[in-house]
């Protein structure tokens, strides 16, 4: 008599493949400093950067349902509080950064539990109303500059590191770590038993809800999280950029526009799609940047026409095709003789 | 055999993956009240969404007066004359007992059915006609949802549970006024758990059974010993 | 006196942000649907509006003879090519597709008309005033607010005692029903966003001879409109002029303090207000 078991696992062998080849990309990608030029070094610290808010923002409304369009308001404020931490609290940049996440938690928490009382669609105009108060907020904070904004003092910048060499690779390493640090977390997270109730939530949130989840609590604490984590890109942006302004810092094009194209684009709902998503986009941009507002207009038209034909996005169109998984979240039965 | 108004042929539905009618042949001849019965879960309830066109179906599956209504969309088909009492009255809250009545008018079809005539038939309804639907009893409810139905003049008209959830002497109020509606020379199905009532007021019955017709034949003539064995399918 | 002008001031302020509301009431009343692009369609009806004052030179408000129907036709199409497909029980669709038409909108705009502020030129009515009771009210926004109470009059009388309201109403109730009594619900759906963006062009006319305009401006728009809405309490029409009127004198009070206040405390009255009623003053329908 022969018997047949089923093994429950977790693991394919697309992503055993996947983590071989991501190790491998990821040390090629440290290594940029020394075989990448400088304007590429640029590109791909703003990439990584826009990946990491776009799987911020992936986690938020693709699987808490949460769909904000202020993200800005916590990549503006985190900005801020770099400026202000290190200019007016004279600390190290990168005590500012992390304190400025710990700040944008705490921020996030009173306005989480205001525009919550908003569901669906209201919320996420909700969150834009945040955002513009933010950005009116600081505009009248005369120390940073008012409206028209301010520079970081060069004696804050070289305390990053002396020579521009050394603080342009600081600068993208710190950028490929975040994008790194917001990718794990978050798969981390979905695997736990949090992020299987945020699933269950998302598919059916009656059904969540008699098995005992919290759906309040675990909304807020995704709310927050995300803020906090939104907050530090913020900080690591306008350590890029040196330069703040209200509008440039609280820009809902930039900072939730391009966000929600590129997970849209790369398939929300999936850890995989904001990396796709983010990808394609800095391909169009680096090709397209020249025909300017027609490009956003291509992007927008794009945007709509995944959400209604293929509302997985590329990754789901990949997915269905060939049935792999790069970031395996369920478990799956495999026979074994 | 006089000509059907109604006719099905081979008859499926579908909620995603899970199939609930079965082939289903049935047809409704012009001028004839026809039953349909069966226990929950039947697929009554489904054969009623497929005729009306809230549940899609394929072309070829239904024809109303000759020409093929499958496929053709709800608003569509109420056009053609086909009305529903739903089941649960469903009436809409937002709209007042006369609005009620005249939503159903506005298909536009012309007939002997006018606010006036249903007034006449329920009185009651002519005093609480600027009442929100939802506050009258549920068997008034009852009346305005069959108003409803008859305002748009149909040549058929579906009656889905209309007894569920009514008292008793609600209940036989309505069958008692049942015959004055019908008449008029239009035609009629009649879904109902209650069977001694679906057979009283209908000439031919059909019984549903797992998506499946299980019997069929003149109200008068099936006994209810077929009935039963059709209805539980206990052999 | 400054105060008691002040508050009048923003009283006739929320007559435009009640017009800015309307619209996007309407369509949320009858068929949930939050359009995210409103504020660039008023913004779009500003720019025909002067398209249309410029070729031909007639006033803007004369104007609205054309650019109403254009919206209203706008609207009817873009509901049953586009929006009809977002409807359903998800909630991403929707939001995301206006959101990508506010982005298509505003750069055809950016496009067509550069970024330069452009203003309807409405002759002497722009700066025409009376004087009342010690205060100086302006034509413009006195007429402003009376085109408000008029179009919320005929919405809410469109709305309650015709048959094309008594349809929205019975579709916003329940679609499989209202199917059943022969209303095509996308059909129905097109004429709320047509009947949505007539009230619209009128609300960007009227912005138009106002202030100066720019593409990058209804993001702006859409939150006043929203705001005036929330505060109001969704689904209630008069509701949500009140909406605006507190709106509007929470800006003009808050400019009295400080000019640049006076948008951040138009915002701050409305997050006080989610914060102790959260669902409006005068609330008709839950989200």
């Known amino acids: 008599m022969t018997t047949t078991t089923y093994s429950v696992t977790r693991s394919s062998q697309a992503a055993r493949v996947a983590a071989i080849l991501g190790a491998l990309v990821l040390i090629a990608l440290i290594a940029a400093p020394w075989w990448a030029g400088r304007a590429d070094m640029r590109l791909m610290g703003e990439l990584f950067l826009y990946l990491s808010l776009a799987t911020l923002w992936n986690l938020m409304a693709g699987y808490a349902g949460l769909v904000s369009v202020g993200q800005q308001a916590y990549v503006g404020f985190g900005g801020y509080m770099l400026f202000a931490l290190t200019m007016f609290g004279g600390l190290h940049p990168l005590a500012a950064i992390a304190l400025s996440g710990i700040l944008g938690a705490l921020i996030s928490i009173p306005v989480a539990v205001l525009i919550f009382r908003l569901r669906g669609a209201y919320f996420a105009i909700g969150t834009w109303v945040i955002a513009e108060v933010f950005r009116l907020g600081f505009a009248q904070v005369s120390a940073l500059g008012g409206g028209s904004g301010s520079s970081l003092p060069v004696a804050i910048v070289k305390s990053l590191a002396s020579k521009r060499a050394m603080r342009e690779s600081l600068s993208y390493w710190l950028a490929l770590g975040a994008a790194v640090l917001v990718v794990t977390a978050v798969y981390l997270f979905l695997r736990s038993r949090k992020g299987l109730a945020l699933t269950a939530i998302r598919d059916n949130e009656t059904a969540a809800s008699s098995l005992g989840i919290d759906i309040w609590r675990t909304k807020f604490i995704v709310y927050v999280v995300t803020s906090a984590f939104t907050a530090m890109i913020g900080a690591l942006i306008f350590l890029q950029k040196l330069r703040i302004s209200p509008d440039a810092a609280f820009s809902v094009n930039d900072w939730t526009a391009f966000v929600i194209f590129i997970v849209v684009i790369g398939g929300i709902g999936t850890i995989e799609g904001p990396i796709i998503g983010t990808l394609v986009f800095f391909l169009l941009r680096e090709t397209l940047a020249d025909l300017g507002t027609t490009y956003l207009i291509v992007l927008g038209i794009v945007a709509i026409v995944v959400m209604l034909k293929a509302p997985k996005g590329l990754w789901g169109l990949i997915r269905s095709r060939f049935d792999i998984q790069i970031f395996p979240l369920g478990y799956r039965i495999t026979k074994r003789d | ?208 059974q797992e998506g499946r017709v299980s019997l069929e034949g003149g109200s008068d003539q099936i006994s209810r010993e077929e009935i039963s064995r059709a209805y539980f399918g206990i052999e | 006196m400054d105060w008691l002008n002040a508050i009048v001031q923003g009283t006739l302020l929320g007559g435009l942000y009640a017009l800015f509301a309307a619209g996007l009431s309407l369509i949320f009343g009858v068929m949930r649907l939050v359009n995210i692009a409103h504020g660039d369609l008023i913004v779009l009806a500003a720019y025909l509006g002067l398209t249309v004052t410029t070729a031909t030179g007639i006033h803007p408000l004369l104007a609205l003879a054309i650019v109403v129907p254009v919206m209203a036709a706008i609207g ?185 206040w006076q948008i951040l405390a138009g915002h701050i009255a409305f997050l006080i207000i989610l914060a102790v009623r959260p669902n409006g003053l005068f609330p008709r329908i839950s989200a």
């Not at chain 2, 006609?129 to 579906?158: C, E, F, H, W, Y």
């Open chain 3, 76 to 260: 009817y199409v873009l509901q049953r090519s586009l929006l009809n497909q977002t409807l359903g029980d998800d909630l991403l669709p929707p939001l995301l597709v206006t959101f990508g038409l506010s982005v298509i909108i505003q750069n055809a705009l950016l496009e067509g008309y550069t970024a330069d502020p452009q203003k309807l030129s409405a002759g002497g009515l722009e700066t025409a005033s009376f004087a009342l009771g010690g205060l100086t009210l302006g034509v413009l926004p006195v007429l402003t607010f009376a085109i408000a109470i008029a179009v919320i009059w005929g919405l809410q009388w469109t709305f309650y005692q015709t048959a094309l309201g008594r349809a929205f109403r019975a579709v916003s109730d329940n679609q499989d029903i209202a199917q059943l009594m022969g209303l095509n619900r996308r059909h129905i759906f097109g004429l709320a966003m047509a009947l949505a963006l007539a009230v619209t062009a009128v609300a960007g006319i009227l912005l138009g001879i106002r202030t100066s305009f720019d593409p990058s401006i209804g993001g702006g728009r859409l939150i006043f409109g929203f705001e005036a809405v929330i505060i109001g309490g969704l689904g209630n029409l008069w509701g949500t002029l009140i909406g605006g009127v507190i709106l509007g004198v929470a800006q003009t009070i808050g400019a009295q303090i400080d000019p640049g």
């Open chain 2, 1 to 208: 055999m006089p000509d059907a108004i109604l006719s099905m042929t081979g008859l499926d539905a579908h909620y995603g993956d899970f199939q609930a009618l079965y082939g289903v042949d049935m047809h409704v001849d012009a001028g004839e009240v026809l039953a349909i019965i069966g226990a929950n879960g039947a697929g009554k309830t489904t054969l009623m969404r497929s005729i009306t066109g809230l549940l899609k179906n394929g072309p070829g599956q239904i024809s109303h007066d000759g020409a093929d209504i499958g496929g053709l969309r709800a608003d569509e088909i109420a056009l053609r004359g086909i009305a529903m009492v739903p089941e649960g009255r469903q009436l809409f809250p937002s709209l007042s007992v006369k609005e009620n009545l005249m939503i159903g008018a506005q298909v536009g079809r012309k007939g002997p059915w006018d606010l006036d005539a249903v007034y006449k038939l329920f009185p009651i309804l002519d005093e609480r006609k600027d009442q929100q639907s939802t506050s009258l009893s549920g068997g008034q409810q009852q009346m305005v949802a069959i108003g409803r139905a008859l305002m748009s003049n149909p040549d058929l008209i579906l009656f889905d549970e209309i007894s569920l959830g009514l008292a008793p002497v609600i209940i036989k109020d309505i069958y008692r006024a049942l015959p004055g509606i019908i008449g008029e020379g239009m035609s009629a199905i009649i879904v109902e758990q209650d069977i001694t009532k679906a057979l009283s007021v209908s000439s031919r019955v059909y019984c549903l």
